[in-house]
């Protein structure tokens, strides 16, 4: 089992930063693909970024690409994003999410177990 409770959103002007974090309870946490998604109204939840147990491997959405910075602390228990450059498409509400079993297919959320309550990032124009 993990327990994921994410942190760090709000509003902000188009062109700013926000760091969203992501608080992990559990034993399969450093073993597990972590990753972000987001969900606009109305839309369906979509991938924005992963991370491989490791640290090393990182993989991001096209339309976040160069903008956002996914991070993990395995010693802490936590992951994290830095978004940069802020557009109002980014507005969402972003979840954190964790993949025990390593799937392979890190863009999907239909891989993921456990899912954090989800953090509202808006971002004015």
């Known amino acids: 089992q993990v327990q994921l409770v994410e942190s760090g959103g709000g509003l902000v002007q188009a062109g700013g930063s926000l760091r969203l974090s992501c608080a992990a309870s559990g034993r399969t946490f450093s073993s597990s693909v972590m990753g972000w998604f987001r969900q606009a109204p109305g839309k369906e939840r979509e991938f924005v970024a992963a991370?491989?147990?490791?640290?090393?491997?990182?993989y991001y959405a096209d339309s976040v690409k160069g903008r956002f910075t996914i991070s993990r602390e395995n010693a802490e228990n936590a992951i994290s994003l830095q978004m940069n450059n802020l557009k109002p498409e980014d507005t969402a509400v972003y979840y954190c999410?964790?993949?025990?079993?390593?799937?392979?297919?890190?863009?999907?959320?239909?891989?993921?177990?456990?899912w954090g309550q989800g953090t509202q990032v808006t971002v004015s124009s």
């Open positions: 999410a964790a993949d025990p079993r390593n799937s392979g297919r890190y863009y999907s959320p239909t891989e993921y177990n456990y």
């Open positions: 991370i491989r147990a490791a640290g090393v491997f990182r």
